[in-house]
Every structure is written in C-alpha cells, then in structure tokens.
C-alpha cells in the first residue's frame, strides 16, 4: 500500500536513505558523503519536505519497503526556454528483501500522478550512470533520455 509519509514519521525511512547514501558514496566517492548519520540525513529530509517535497512509502507486512521523494518546481522563462512547471522524481529505494515485485514503479507512478495533481505537465528524474536499476525503472515508467552530463576531474598542468 503507498502513503504519504508524514514529516514527523521520516525517520522511517532512514534505513532506506542510508542504503541508497552508502551505494552512491560506494559508487561515487568524490560526489557522496559516506556514513552522514542518522542526524544528518534526518535534517535533509526535513529541509526537503519544508521546501515542499513529498514522500511517498509503500508499507508492507514488514513495515516501510520502499520510499520516493518527489516535488514540483518552476523553471522561469528565459530567452531560449519557455518557463515551466515539472515534476521531479528525487530519490527512490526499495529494500533488498522486497525488490523485484514492482514497489519501485508502483511509487514512481504514485509519484507522477501526486506530481500531475499538483499542475505539473512533464516530470524529470535522474541518476548516476552505475545505476542500472534506476535506470531500468525509469525507463518501465516512461522516462526516455533527454541529455547526457558527463564529468571529469581537473589537474593543473605541469
């Protein structure tokens, strides 16, 4: 079953947090933190939630397996872009013993609809590169890539 999670229950999903920190800061070293506590993570989620992120939870007989946090957020106009109104899938995990049942694209599309519902005409997500999971969930839901980012890492010249 998929609910919003209310701000006095975020706590609930920490395990979950702390997994997907501890794979991208695995993956990622130079991006992530690893091992931000407990406190800190909180404190994001909170500050996400006061800046009017959502998140959505599908609980099961063993409690929450699965958390998506989404928003919607305006983009202005500009002299080469029209402004717009878009929905953003931010984070998303399902735990290990529940995975492969379909939870993760149950909450995305719980999310999209939320994120339609509240006036938003497209939505956007995205993820690392070594994410082959999200990136296959994302595609079941809909999502088709609209640019690549690539990065690297300077070094002064000799």
Known sequence: ???????????EILPLVAEV????AQAM?????AGP?????VAMLHDRV??????????????VEGYVLC???????????PGERF????????????????????LVEAAKARLLAQGAARWYVTWWAFN????RTMARCGAAPLHQTAGGTLHASK
């Open 1 to 11: 079953m998929i609910e919003l999670l209310p701000t006095n229950r975020l706590a």
């Open 37 to 41: 506590g407990d406190d800190a993570l």
């Open 71 to 81: 928003c919607v957020d305006e983009r202005a106009a500009s002299a080469i872009r």
């Open 132 to 135: 082959e999971a999200s990136a």
């Open 87 to 106: 929905g953003k899938v931010d984070q998303l995990c399902v735990a290990p013993g529940a995975r492969r049942r379909g939870i993760g694209s149950a």
């Open 29 to 33: 070293p130079a991006h992530f933190r």
């Open 21 to 24: 920190q501890a794979l991208h």
């Open 50 to 63: 006061a800046a009017g992120a959502e998140v959505l939870v599908w609980r099961g007989a063993s409690g």
